[in-house]
């Protein structure tokens, strides 16, 4: 077609990395008519990655270039940190990279103009200038996150010893201050290697023509300000900053299929009443925890899904094998990690899927009326816009702060107490908190109290329709590519 663009965007492993690479490029093909390929660093072995990447090119509307991992065993430790391993095969598949993009240059009938990469594929950006393409940094986080890793290296100067160990939260200029506990994983301890390659791709985002960030105006204005102003951190991140959200999936019949028992299931439930329990793609917790879960949601006296993963201490230990499993309807294989007699307790009030679910299928059910939820972006917004408050338990990544921004100051989720001895939140608590959010009060007259979470949530959703229905910032990336 004629003037039409050919944009290019690089995904680094992990389901979590690539479904929101697979949105925005579906909205640029669909709201903006550019022609997408995606590169992506696929596993072969995820059934969850199969199903997510055939949905990607049905239609034929997008391309993907699939390029294996690259083998890493003799650069870095096996047990080295998720954020380590992932740079580290960025980096190593940068010659994969620059063959398929040049093979692109060379063939492709419109030859793409621009490369667009996630936050561990900064080292690519080089490759794009050889080919003398435009590039750009996309953070599927948030704004708030987005001005951490800019401040990053300037906190590297200011802070001596270990963030976690300080008394006062990190100023981050015209943005909420960051309190030591909730600090991203490669910030908790600096000796480790990861931090080393966090400052790389913090301060490889700057490098970029420009950053394109999954939130929107309304939601974070004053993170979006100071990532503007040059005063603040405009004056270190020069490049403009598009606020391209909230790109979300919405349900999909490919996705759907074969989980026609539980959406069967789901229609049989009153309206709000179930709660969706599920940490993410990698997301996985201790046997202890486990259990404790298990008695919470009995407890509870709700209805409930969870994702069930098998126990482990490590908190995101599905990272690189999420979904390989294939489906285990109820969850056989795992109920023998739940408390004796559970399943059979919890019969017709509780439905277990093993590894992966169709969160967007469960989320967008009338149903649902709430998600305990390790806080991931992309989970909290397919929550978010379906008007759906969480429970925040974070684990891992930059899922603390992310917490902290839901409860505190969106004020759409709860968050349960942790037990500061045993490092686990119990039984009663968990009750309580699921009880918070799902129970909804009547008044003596039998009217229904107002909850204010879920109001919050629901105002919420409405501010995300109307940056959706204005068509964000897309618009202006597609624009310099034709200036
Ligand atoms: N997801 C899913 N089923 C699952 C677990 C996760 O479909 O059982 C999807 C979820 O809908 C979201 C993505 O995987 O789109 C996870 O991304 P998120 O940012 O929430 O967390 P991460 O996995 O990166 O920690």
């Known amino acids: 077609m004629e003037n039409q663009q050919h944009m290019v965007l690089l995904s680094s492993p992990g389901l979590g990395h690539l479904i929101p690479v697979i949105e925005l490029g579906k909205r640029f093909v669909f709201h903006h008519n550019l022609k997408i390929t995606i590169i992506a660093f696929t ?50 598949g940068v010659p994969a990279i620059r063959d398929a993009l040049s093979n692109l240059a060379g063939t492709a ?38 001005s951490l890793l800019i401040y990053a290296p300037t906190l590297d100067k200011q802070v001596q010893g270990q963030y976690v160990d300080q008394k006062e939260p990190f100023q981050i200029p ?46 974070q204005q004053k993170d979006l300000e100071s990532l503007r102003n040059r005063n603040l951190l405009g004056g270190i991140l020069k490049a403009p900053v598009y606020a391209v959200g909230p790109l979300v999936r919405l349900p999909d019949s490919e996705m759907s299929q074969g989980i026609e028992w539980l959406t069967h299931w789901l229609d049989g439930q009153p309206e709000e009443s179930v709660i969706y329990v599920s940490f993410g793609s990698g997301g996985t917790m201790s046997c ?44 056989s294989k795992l ?27 469960i989320l967008t059910h009338p149903s649902v009326g709430g998600f305990l939820s390790h806080c991931g972006w ?3 917004l397919e929550s978010i816009t379906n008007g759906v408050p969480m429970i925040a338990w974070p684990l891992y990544a930059e899922q603390r702060m992310n917490a ?34 799902m129970v909804v009060e009547e008044d003596c007259n039998k009217v229904k109290k107002k909850n204010p979470i879920r109001e919050g949530v629901k105002a919420i959703r409405r501010s995300a329709v109307e940056a959706l229905s204005k068509g964000g910032a897309l618009a202006q990336v597609v624009a310099t590519g034709e200036e």
Not at 346 to 356: A, D, F, I, P, Q
Not at 415 to 420: C, T, Y
Request: net charge negative; proline share 6%; hydrophobic share 40%.
């Open 378 to 380: 992309n989970s909290a």
């Open 174 to 219: 015209g943005c909420t201050p960051l309190r030591p506990e909730d600090v991203v994983d490669p910030m908790l301890d600096r000796n480790d290697k990861q931090y080393q390659e966090y400052l790389g791709f913090c301060n490889g985002i700057p490098k970029g023509d420009g950053v394109l960030v999954n939130t929107w105006e309304t939601l």
């Open 43 to 92: 596993s072969h072995t995820s059934h969850a990655e199969k199903l997510v990447l055939k949905t990607a090119t049905s239609g034929g509307f997008i391309d993907i270039v699939e390029i294996p991992p690259p083998d890493i065993s003799s650069v870095i430790d096996p047990d080295a940190a998720i954020v380590t391993r992932l740079c580290v095969m960025m980096r190593e």
């Open 404 to 437: 902290t921004l839901f409860v505190e100051e969106l004020g759409v989720a709860v968050r349960p107490r942790v037990l500061p001895t045993k490092k686990v939140v119990d039984r009663d608590e968990i009750a309580s908190v699921v009880r918070e959010i």
């Open 288 to 331: 202890e925890q486990m259990t404790e879960l298990a008695w919470g949601l009995e407890l509870s006296g709700q209805r409930f899904i969870w994702v069930l993963r098998a126990p482990i201490d490590a908190a995101d230990a599905a990272f690189f094998t999420t979904g390989s499993d294939g489906r285990d309807e109820g969850g």
């Open 335 to 361: 109920s023998k990690y739940l408390p004796e007699g559970f399943s059979s307790r919890t019969y017709n009030v509780g439905v277990l899927v093993s590894e992966w679910g169709p969160q967007v299928d």
């Open 109 to 146: 009938t419109v030859r793409p103009s621009a490369l667009i990469v996630d936050i561990f594929g900064t080292e690519a950006l080089g490759v794009a200038e050889e080919l003398k393409m435009r590039k750009y940094v996309f953070v599927a986080s948030h704004a708030w996150f987005l």
